[in-house]
């Protein structure tokens, strides 16, 4: 089956408003910007974002965060993005922050059908027992809080259940794909995008360039992958750096 599409608009054609969304990347790195900006063109509003962090000012989910498109966010990380921390503190967006190593779990599990495990990050901590602000109120107190996990001993350890995540859609950026969805993924840039690949229900992928793919090269096999969008060589060039330094 060729799943390749015309456009990054014409593939996000039926992302409608309030739905799911796995969105890959690690900060800047193997984010589907193209995607990203064919959602904002369109208008689409009042998505939940499940990525590890929310892009930053103008770049990535970062464009669609400033527009006041996302209600609600679930990642591991709000760092440096300034923006996502006022709609947070203002109560603006719901946010559901989670051990990065579960949040990578939760999204794989979904991917594979399991619908939820066990894990050792947070016992002990208000992500087993609850009480984490999701959404705060206008006066600042907290308007919704996490609810506490069901917690088991396993060979006399404390494990908290987490919940796998299946989405409506997926975005990812892989560096080649070819007609039938089947994705690789260059480097550093082959990090939530696999797993955000499974959990989405139709994911949609675009590629730096589209080739002939030997099997044992594959990273996720296209049975994941429902459209692929190739990009254009200024489209796949145009990579963002959050940092060109870290001190001076």
Avoid at 1 to 16: F, Q
Avoid at 33 to 44: K, M, N
């Amino acid at each position: 089956m060729n799943k390749v599409v015309g456009s990054a608009a014409e593939a996000v054609a039926d992302v409608t408003d309030g739905a799911s969304m796995a969105v890959g990347g690690f900060g800047l790195c193997g984010v589907p910007t193209v995607l990203i900006e064919a959602l904002y063109e369109r208008g689409t509003t009042r998505l939940s974002v499940v990525s590890n962090n929310c892009g930053v000012a103008g770049r990535g989910l970062g464009r669609l965060l400033a527009a006041g498109r996302i209600a609600r966010a679930t990642g591991s990380y709000i760092g440096e993005n300034k923006e996502l921390a006022r709609q947070y503190l203002a109560g603006d967006i719901e946010v559901e922050l989670t051990p990065q190593g579960t949040l990578a779990e939760r999204l794989r599990a979904g991917g594979c059908g399991i619908p939820a495990f066990y894990t050792p990050a947070g016992v002990g901590t208000q992500v087993a027992s609850g009480g984490l602000p999701w959404r705060y109120a206008p006066d600042g107190g907290v308007a919704v809080a996490s609810p506490a996990k069901e917690v088991r001993e396993f060979d006399g350890r404390s494990y908290v259940m987490e919940h796998g995540i299946t989405t409506d859609f997926a975005l990812v950026r892989a560096a080649r794909g070819d007609r039938f969805g089947n994705l690789v993924f260059d480097k550093a840039a082959r990090n939530f995008n696999p797993l955000c690949a499974m959990a989405g229900r139709v994911t949609i992928a675009e590629v730096e360039e589209l080739t002939e793919l030997d099997p044992g090269e594959v990273h996720i096999p296209g049975v994941f992958v429902q459209r692929v969008v190739v990009l254009t060589p200024e489209q796949a060039a145009d990579k963002y750096i959050e940092k060109r330094t870290v001190r001076s």
